[in-house]
């Protein structure tokens, strides 16, 4: 197990960079800076690698499921039942595109199909690290959802403005 002082410097790696992304107005920025943060410390070669006490995930996971489930109100309730059938064609549209995706990848670039299966999954991060985990492939999944996340967080807002601001910001529901 790593050294105390050891998880102590990837928490305060991890804080400086969400902190720093809090400054750049990106949605989810102190997810994406910790994230940064936390991994340009392990990249470098010059901490041990973080072994985080037993549960400590576990905790942390059941905490971010319990903020974003807070979320989902009788408002969110009442928005699903306008939204089923695009939450529906959304969420098979997204898994068929990863299947694709991932075994496009797989074959053109011969990487390891459950790798790129799972990198192309339609999931979060930490969820389908810990699926690639099982596999014994959590390292390789979480580096190509921490591309995909971070990509996804610098590029998306630019795009919903330029898309809103030649739509006058209508929507239709």
Same mark, same amino acid.
């Given at each position: 197990m790593a050294a105390?002082? +050891?998880?102590?410097l990837y928490l305060l790696?991890?804080?400086? *960079?969400?902190?720093?992304a809090l400054r750049t107005g990106i949605p989810a920025a102190p997810l994406a800076g910790a994230l940064l943060g936390a991994a340009v410390a392990s990249m470098s070669g010059r901490l041990e690698v973080a072994q985080w006490?037993?549960?400590?995930? +576990?905790l942390l996971e059941i905490g971010i499921g319990t903020?974003? *489930?807070t979320g989902l109100t009788s408002a969110a309730l009442a928005e699903l039942r306008v939204l089923w059938r695009p939450a529906i064609l959304i969420t098979v549209a997204l898994v068929a595109t990863g299947l694709v995706v991932g075994l496009w990848s797989s074959r053109l670039l011969g990487v390891d199909p459950v790798?790129?299966?799972l990198g192309a999954a339609p999931g979060g991060i930490s969820g389908m690290s810990l699926v690639g985990a099982q596999?014994?492939?959590?390292?390789?999944?979480?580096?190509?959802?921490a591309v995909r996340l971070i990509t996804v967080l610098l590029v998306l807002p630019v795009i919903v403005r330029l898309v809103l601001g030649s739509t006058g910001g209508s929507s239709s529901g």
């Open positions: 105390p002082a +050891t998880l102590v790696c991890g804080t400086a *960079g969400g902190l720093l006490p037993t549960g400590t995930r +576990t903020v974003i *489930g790798i790129t299966l596999f014994g492939v959590g390292a390789a999944v979480a580096a190509l959802h």
